[in-house]
């Protein structure tokens, strides 16, 4: 047996005891209390069906639970879950296998009378019990007993580093600034956008892809190997996009999350850099830094923030998390985007002449593509205690614009557009200080809005865009392509059977709060918050 599925083994067998033992703690219970009553048969004769209901239907409950903590992932992907949402399914789980095993008795015929009611039930509390107290007993030895690494990774010097999501809009441009700035990389990525991104780089000596899923662990494991760093880049990007499957994206942008904490904590990774967002500040009608109170509008806002507590719990003295809140990204890119709004207001205005811009008085802070990828690598050859542990909001003060003036700013270098301003119930609003970054870090901004908006103009000029309304340069459209492609093909989602179980129980009280508020602290805090003010164009990162 191949030492990674030990654990699964001993954690199925474990599963197959707390059946076996629940159902007979049952019969056990039952048959102590009827010795007690008048009228009681002999002990042998009162034993006897005890025996035989747990003789002919003890290993087909068993067989049941198995199969159902299977497809709820719970020998897989759920592994890396937060407690609370391992608990969630383990309910979910332990619920169906129960209620699949009484139909089956019930109507198959073949295993006698179903076992009686007040063992039934018994049986199905000591079970989740039993499920339930296994979790906490795991959690209480890994906290009191785990062993982590040795190696003195604080002060190694970063020289290999594992970019999560390369392929993008962002790590497309990032890689290729880190190989430029002599540092071997690496590429964790599912290709979902395709090669075009980085394929001149296949051939460069320090450029290695790993071609995998993020959420599962065998990739991830892979690519984190021998690295000193690692910026996380990978996500399903924007609020309309992370709207479209909502189990998928707790799944990539959550319990993917998760994962790589472990293993670079398994594996001695030194320094994780994280990819968030400004937008999770939500609205807001003053300048919010990095102390403001965190109100998420999204579920992509409420994942980031997950997120982000996910990696800083697991800071330790060998174990260096940052996070980076990126403003409104904007810019030309080697994986195009035309769903964020500087990049399609340009576009438009660029084709077709006219804009509309909607509740122009609204503030955004904005950063350009090319300034992302210097502040995650500032962050990289910053001193250790600059960001251990720390959360940086990224961009500059100057960049701060109303719509308005954006438009305004487009207006200038398109003479003769027409705009039309318009108003919805989109009124988000936030002004983000960047102090602490330029302070600490002494990171500015180098590109402005006007230069950034030329960059997207010549891509047009150079017939390097044939129809910026291709889903190809659009996160929710090229998505729902690909859904509808798999929908049309028989495939469920990603053909993963645990997110096939996830949907399952999609009417249950826990996915119902996570559809409604998000997920996570941050989520069940604002359980009454709905995925309001979806816009057109995505205004995240």
């Known amino acids: 047996m191949k030492p990674r599925f030990v654990p699964v083994a001993w954690r199925i067998l474990a599963d197959i005891l707390i059946a076996a033992v629940s159902l007979a703690t049952a019969f056990a219970v039952r048959f102590t209390i009827a010795l007690f009553e008048p009228d009681t048969l002999s002990p042998q004769r009162l034993a006897g069906p005890f025996i035989s209901y747990f003789v002919s239907q003890g290993p087909l409950l068993a067989a049941t639970l198995v199969t159902c903590n299977a497809l709820f992932g719970v020998y897989t992907r759920t592994r890396f879950y937060a407690h609370r949402f391992k608990a969630a399914t383990l309910f979910h789980s332990v619920s169906l296998a129960y209620v699949l095993f009484s139909f089956v008795v019930y109507f198959s015929g073949w295993f006698g009378r179903l076992v009686p009611r007040r063992e039934f039930l018994l049986a ?252 995650f690598r500032r962050a990289l050859t910053a001193p250790i205690e600059l960001v251990s542990g720390e959360t940086y909001n990224v961009g500059s003060d100057s960049m701060n614009f109303t719509l308005r003036e954006l438009s305004e700013q487009i207006a200038r270098l398109e003479p003769g557009l027409a705009i039309e301003y318009l108003n919805n119930s989109d009124v988000r609003n936030y002004r983000v200080s960047f102090e602490k970054i330029r302070g600490k870090l002494g990171f500015e901004c180098r590109t402005d809005l006007a230069e950034g908006i030329r960059g997207i103009q010549d891509a047009f000029v150079r017939g390097l865009v044939e129809d910026y309304r291709d889903p190809r340069y659009s996160n929710v459209q090229l998505l729902t392509q690909r859904h509808r492609q798999e929908q049309g093909n028989g495939h469920q989602g990603n053909g993963s059977i645990e997110l096939t179980a996830l949907r399952f129980a999609k009417n249950s009280l826990w996915c119902r709060a996570i559809r409604a508020g998000g997920s996570g602290e941050a989520l069940f805090r604002n359980g009454s918050m709905g995925l309001t003010g979806l816009a057109k164009t995505s205004s995240g990162d």
């Not at 979902?192 to 290695?208: Q, S, T, V």
């Open 124 to 375: 199905y509390a000591l079970t989740l019990a039993g499920a339930m107290g296994s979790l906490l007993a795991k959690s209480y030895f890994q906290r009191r007993f785990t062993v982590q690494s040795t190696r003195p990774t604080s002060g190694r010097p970063v020289h290999n580093i594992l970019v999560v999501g390369g392929a993008g809009y962002i790590g497309s441009v990032l890689v290729r600034d880190l190989l430029a700035d002599g540092y071997r990389v690496r590429v964790l990525d599912s290709l979902l956008y395709g090669h075009e991104p980085i394929r001149d780089l296949y051939g460069h000596p320090e450029f290695e892809l790993v071609h995998g899923d993020l959420r599962n662990a065998g990739p991830v494991v892979k690519a984190a190997k021998g690295v000193d760093a690692l910026i996380h880049l990978g996500a399903i990007v924007g609020d309309p996009a992370c709207a479209l499957d909502e189990d998928q994206t707790l799944e990539t942008n959550l319990a993917a999350t998760r994962l790589l904490a472990d293993v670079c904590r398994a594996s001695g990774v030194s320094r994780v850099l994280f990819a968030s967002t400004c937008s999770v500040y939500g609205a807001a009608d003053y300048v919010v830094d990095e102390r403001s109170l965190l109100n998420p509008v999204s579920l992509y806002a409420a994942t980031k923030i997950d997120s982000e507590r996910v990696l800083l719990a697991a800071r330790d003295r060998h174990f260096h998390p940052a996070v980076l809140r990126l403003a409104t990204a904007f810019g030309w890119s080697h994986r195009p985007r035309f769903d964020l709004v500087v990049n399609l207001l340009v576009a438009k205005a660029v084709v077709e002449r006219k804009i509309q811009i909607y509740n122009g008085e609204q503030w955004r802070p904005f950063i350009h593509v090319a300034d992302i990828s210097r502040a």
